[in-house]
């Protein structure tokens, strides 16, 4: 079955400070991967996906994931983080096709201080 | 472009009483329709699926009970409300022939008292 692992339940940081959250999954099969934020009393809102070609992801907001086969990560970076980037994020994955559970990692809460 | 629309967003009930959510989907046809639980401080905990209308399937034990009346419809339910049952309730969908991504209601807050 699929697992989806985030390392990190809470990253503090600094406003404009570079930060990484890390994702790892688990399978023997092709995968999609997502990351998803959710801001307080929000629902969640996907910020970028990997579906097939280039390793590198870019998504909203000035966030991008790579995709690395061989460590099977999937971890979402952000060159300098504002206030505003405060929020959950959760990163997904499913086998593939549209007809497939998404599994769902347990969640970072990003806290940016200023 | 595809809509996606909860309520209520809050609810405030008693325990014993009954539940209703509702979801609905605009500008897709035949979605697979989820809901999901987060309970505080906890992440996502898939609830029910539905790949058409009439077909609920679920994944954990509980007294919550799904129903696909329509094709773009989704309502959860309880006939009896436990303390446990509060949370934050969030309906997605997912495209019938798309990457596989869920897109997400605004959530429904619940609070059982």
């Known amino acids: 079955a699929q697992s989806v692992t985030q390392l990190d339940s809470q990253v503090p940081v600094f406003e404009e400070a570079p930060v990484e959250l890390r994702c790892n999954y688990s399978?023997?099969?092709?995968?999609?991967l997502f990351w998803y934020v959710q801001y307080p009393n929000q629902g969640l809102q996907l910020l970028l996906k990997?579906?097939?070609?280039?390793?590198l992801v870019k998504g909203i907001n000035g966030f991008e994931a790579e995709f690395n086969k061989s460590q099977t990560s999937f971890h979402l970076r952000k060159p300098s983080v504002h206030i505003s980037d405060t929020a959950e994020y959760f990163c997904?994955?499913?086998?593939?096709?549209?007809?497939?559970?998404?599994?769902f990692g347990k969640g970072t809460l990003l806290t940016v201080n200023p | 472009s595809q809509t996606i629309h909860q309520w209520p967003a809050t609810l405030v009930q008693p325990v014993g009483s009954p539940l209703s959510l509702e979801c609905t989907v605009e500008g897709t046809s035949n979605p697979n329709l989820y809901w999901y639980r987060q309970a505080a401080g906890r992440g996502l905990q898939l609830l029910f699926y539905s790949v058409g209308i009439g077909q609920i399937s679920s994944e954990v034990p509980q007294n919550l009970s799904a129903s696909r009346p329509q094709d773009r419809q989704f309502i959860l339910s309880s006939k009896k409300l436990l303390l446990s049952d509060s949370g934050f309730y969030l309906c997605?969908?997912?495209?019938?022939?798309?990457?596989?991504?869920?897109?997400f209601g605004e959530g429904s807050r619940l609070t059982v008292l």
């Open positions: 399978s023997s099969v092709s995968v999609y």
């Open positions: 990997y579906l097939s070609g280039s390793t």
């Open positions: 997605a969908w997912q495209s019938g022939s798309g990457s596989g991504e869920l897109f």
């Open positions: 997904a994955a499913n086998s593939g096709g549209s007809n497939y559970k998404l599994t």
